[in-house]
């Protein structure tokens, strides 16, 4: 099946400071990924789109210049955690799309528990 | 906005038949229903998906009514591993938004 990766696993910043989360699909070729946050005992949120070589589509209330979205190629897409504040803490996980006959799956990442002191 | 309705919680003994609901009454003609799951702390893990026949693949079967506007999950012999949240979705195939999803307790 579609494998996607994430790293890291877990990382815990101080306040201030800014942190780049990775997602790879490692064995398929995703023309679009997404980024979800899940804060604990809650659903997933999806935060935005990510398309590769085009900027990302933002959902309403997150903010674009805080969270940062690259995806540079067909399997890698980042989330760079800007200026990361206690309140950021929290569960994120990707996913990309795969298209089969039309029919799009997502396939998600493992996730990476973000901490900020 | 999430666009699906499920109960919060369900047990199910181990071995029996799980049998999971979900209500979409706004779902439109094009939407795709799926299914993914979600042990604790992990990404979620895609199940099934179908658009208006019934579909089975090695991990449960999906039944979604005539009028599309509910379908069910079934796993038809639930082990402690199945023990997850399970959410269903409504989407084109392009943006999934997540609902609060059903916490499935399999008993020993």
């Known amino acids: 099946g579609a494998v996607v990766s994430q790293h890291p696993s877990w990382v815990i910043c101080k306040s201030g400071t800014s942190v780049k989360i990775e997602c790879r699909s490692l064995?398929?070729?995703?023309?679009?990924m997404f980024w979800y946050r899940q804060f604990p005992k809650q659903s997933l949120m999806l935060m935005a789109t990510s398309n590769e070589g085009s900027k990302a589509t933002y959902e309403q209330g997150v903010e674009k210049d805080k969270f940062l979205i690259n995806h540079a190629s067909l399997t890698l897409s980042t989330l760079t955690v800007t200026s990361a504040h206690p309140e950021d803490s929290s569960f994120y996980i990707c996913?990309?799309?795969?298209?089969?006959?039309?029919?799009?799956?997502?396939?998600f990442g493992p996730g990476t528990r973000l901490t900020v002191t | 906005d999430a666009k699906t309705t499920q109960p919060t919680s369900m047990d199910c003994a181990e071995g029996r038949a799980a049998n999971l609901p979900c209500n979409h009454s706004t779902i439109s003609g094009n939407e795709y229903v799926y299914w993914y799951r979600q042990i604790h702390s992990q990404g979620p893990q895609y199940i099934i998906h179908?658009?208006?026949n019934n579909e089975t693949n090695e991990m449960a079967s999906l039944i979604i009514t005539e009028d599309r506007k509910s379908s069910t999950l079934i796993l038809p012999h639930a082990t402690l591993r199945d023990t997850a949240v399970y959410y269903c979705i409504v989407s084109l195939g392009y943006q999934f938004y997540f609902g609060t999803g059903t916490s499935l307790t399999v008993i020993p």
């Open positions: 996913s990309a799309s795969l298209p089969d006959r039309g029919e799009y799956e997502q396939y």
């Open positions: 179908g658009l208006k």
């Open positions: 064995d398929f070729q995703a023309t679009t």
